[in-house]
């Protein structure tokens, strides 16, 4: 399966990954903001809820009903992610620290990268 590519600014315009049977939602995504306060998610509102630590792993959150995980907010373009308590900085909301958390970050490869599942899963394969 390849992966979504950004646009030459950046900005990723699709959640959705070529496959063998057709377009398929990419799942996971790197962190590569290196900023060492993190990546800022944002809550609905578009208030920063969590800062997110380089390196680590977050996953598309589904919406279902055919609405897309990736809006378009102002000149940019934001992905809705599940976030496990692994990947968190640091958390700023009222409720729920220390569980999972669904915000939003922008959808831009300075931020994060498309990772190829396929890949990740033979990488972590025993060598014989």
Do not use: H
Not at 13 to 21: F, H, K, T, V, Y
């Amino acid at each position: 399966m390849d992966v979504p590519l950004p646009d030459e600014l950046g900005n990723f315009q699709s959640s959705q990954a070529a496959g063998d049977r057709g377009p398929q939602e990419q799942r996971l995504w790197l962190v590569v903001d290196r900023d060492p306060r993190g990546l800022l998610c944002r809550d609905d509102l578009g208030r920063p809820s969590i800062a997110l630590k380089y390196g680590t792993l977050v996953e598309t959150a589904s919406i279902g009903g055919g609405v897309s995980p990736l809006q378009t907010k102002g000149s940019g373009t934001w992905l809705r992610v599940k976030v496990k308590p692994v990947a968190v900085l640091y958390d700023a909301r009222l409720r729920g620290r220390g569980g999972q958390a669904l915000c939003l970050v922008r959808a831009n490869s300075i931020y994060l990268a498309p990772v190829n599942a396929d890949s990740l899963r033979q990488a972590l394969q025993p060598s014989p």
